[in-house]
């Protein structure tokens, strides 16, 4: 019986320091028909301090036996405890343990499985055979904080340990963990149920979260290319052979970031699985697990499905590195796993797969690229006041993962690096990860090995920008006479406040000159600095993190250097995404309105020429189209007419119409007009014809590189429900397409929620509520369908509705109706409560946000009070732009001739 403690035992969300695990013996035997499991663990423990009491993680776990053997000491079989808040269990001993002895701790349990389409826990995972026929196999996920609901453990990255285990198992499952087989047995008999034991080697000293558990039916393909076995795991009803792409891909990649990092990768093999249902990927040391679309390519792949295998691999495989050699010592620090390997994945990215400038992608606003825009989605959140720092004492492990971790951390390390050269910087890597190596680091090491490389005091530039939240707007104020300009500081916010900096930013300005870029520390609130007054622009390459505002007379000069070389593609981008996110405060401090801005971006139009520029100037305008969505009909077609002109010429050119010799980045130009442009006459009839002709039978008539825009295009243009079921028939039964692609069946999925009618946007609701959604009864159940509907397939829905405004009024109201059963639902997976950003994305009126104030009144949580904040600070920054703005759109349009049936 389960005795539950409600006294704190432990400081919140610690562990005491007193007992330390050395190796864990693990054995589970799942039941996959009533989706539990049994449990057998035993924890060789060293006593750091001596204690009467062994007090480690345990959530939904029943132990029903424990066996205490202290060294030299009398067994015991201690009672166990439980702290539901704290998320332990705890036994008390007769006796004290002393320091410095060891003691092994004996547990059976059982527990149950997660559900399935989760990502936590033990997962059944269902697998579809080529006869149609389907079977349960399972994984687990246990990052940040799950590996306790699987097996009591000290859960905790700096209590690293050495792991054994077992899998008990049917005997036609394949078992994977983070070593190599080292035995299989059959440990039953009875030939309608016969089970096998499979055993597998001890591993490396590691943290509970890498630890990995899969059982499936697979088939696999090996390469001895790299110094270890590398090899990939799929469903058995994939082509395996469309893995061959994604092998070649980690044989380079492990090749690259052993030559980067100079560290030999240390394990003797390596397993990259393809896990149906799986969202991502995951970084288990040696076992790597992924979505499928990560690793397999479709027979005709796009260019997006290609870069995203690139820049997963590169992102999960420098994990091997940054967090499996190297571990952050809290959650707090996650950051020096993550955004640490988000910039290597750039930096590896960028070496293979030269035709793509990763880094420009990084910079730019790029919605329809794989890993890219995160610069500029890092400087949109923490311009939000529920923004947090870099680094975070007060925040929970499972809040941790968002943009400011991932994208912030990657976009100060990028600024870091080129303050002190790659090369350099490399060098310190190298240092902190040999010094560090098989244990936890903090990030005032990383800043020692960087300092000790490269000579400077890297800590007094660095520290402010991991643990304060925010970052600057540099205001610049020309000298004429003297030619100087005086820059001054405070903390950009996007809801147009100014807020009192007590502490400003050390800023490493790193200027573009004529001929050269020079660095200027920028220590306090304000600077002067030279300049030579025809050519000059801050933050060369956009690789600082902070946005400029510079007079009208120096924005005008830009409009002139757009048509030369001076300004690199970065640049470029950046002193767009500046202009946009000034304009967009509404504040009365800006010295530009909307109207200058659209005026700034005719100006510049027939300079730009190459995708990331243009991603980041139809991403601008994105923007403002979401803020103006409520505004009418009017306002709507001023936008409408205003981005449709401003292509214009690129249609005139061609650039509609895909060939067989566009490079990747003329592809993806492509591509990103397509889905820019669905409202457009040209689009719609390219998309129409393309669509009516997969009707007939030609399964090849949808581009890969704009199938999924297409299906957003014919649902967006059709009145009726005949396009919408079709594409639901494409989604859930796989029908007009090749068998085996998995990505037409999720675009086509995600489109469901493009269709602006109300009948049709309901429908789309019901498909993606975990309470009502027949799609997920089949699909749970017989895996029927094309896809396991996983909550990352359900928010694709929800954001394609917040696009219109019938959808994004749909859902802030699904919301509301299914509060409760979603916070069920989500409740202690990563991200939780990201339906909270998604069903809020769409508003952007006071009104609205009255409505989402008053309904969140009693509803106080820490566990979503973040996202909550931030989801509300976007409306009210919308809502200000609108009040700023509407009138000067209006005349900006009047002015210019534009009729809004244009």
Known sequence: MREVLTTRVTAPFRLPDTIEPRHYAIEIEPDLEASTFQGRVSIQLHVAKPTQYIVLHAVGLNINKARVEPEGGIISHPAVHYNPDQETAYFKLDRKLHAGSQAILFLQYDGKMAQVGNMGGLTPTPYQFPDGTAKMGFETMFEPTMARTVFPCFDEPALKAQFSVSLVVPSSLTCLSNMDIVSEKFVTSAAVNVKKRVSFDISPKMSTYLVVMVAGYFKMIETNKFRVPVRIWAALDK??????????????????????????????????????GHQGGMEHWGCVTYQEHGLLLPENPSEYDKILVVSLMTHELAHQWFGNIVTMKFWDSLWLNEAFAEWAALHTVSELLPNYNAWAAFVAMSPDVPRAGGFQTAMELDANIGSHPIQDPNISAGSAFDSITYLKGCSVIRMMAETLGVDVFLQGIRLYLGRYEYSNATTKQLWDALSEVSGRNVADIMTSWTQNVGFPLLTVNELRPTGEIVVTQHRFLQNGDIEADTAPYPVLIRMREPDSVT?????????????????????????????????????????????????????????????????????????LNLADFLNFLFRIKDHVDNLYVWSEVLGQLQKVQAAFMFEGNEVLGVLKTARHRLVAHLIDRGLLTFKSTDSTEETLLKALLFSQLKDHAEVQKRAKKAWENLLSGDKNALNPNVRGRIFETVVYMDDTDETWNQLKSIALKGSYIHSGDPSAPLEAFQSLGVSPQPELIERALDLITPSKSSVESVTLAKRTTPFVLNWSARLKVLRALQTHPNGAIAGWNWLRKNWDSLRRARQGQIGGYDFIEYALGGLATSAQLSEVECFFADKKDSSFEMLLTQAIDKIRARARFVEADREALLQWARQGGFDVND
Do not use: C, W
Not at 523 to 547: H, Q
């Open 239 to 276: 082509n395996i052979g469309n893995a061959q792409y994604a092998l070649d891909v980690a044989v380079a990649t492990m090749e690259a970031h052993e030559r980067n990092f100079g560290l030999k990768y240390p394990l003797p093999k390596l397993d990259l699985v393809a896990i149906p």
């Open 519 to 591: 660095t200027h520390l920028m220590a306090g609130e304000s600077t002067k600095i030279a300049v030579n007054p025809f050519k000059y622009k801050l933050n060369a390459n956009t690789g600082g993190f902070y946005r400029v505002a510079y007079p009208l007379s120096r924005i005008h000069k830009f409009q002139v250097q757009f048509a030369g070389d001076y300004l690199s593609i970065e640049d470029k981008i950046g002193i767009v995404a500046d202009l946009g996110a000034i304009v967009a405060t509404g504040s009365a401090m800006r010295n």
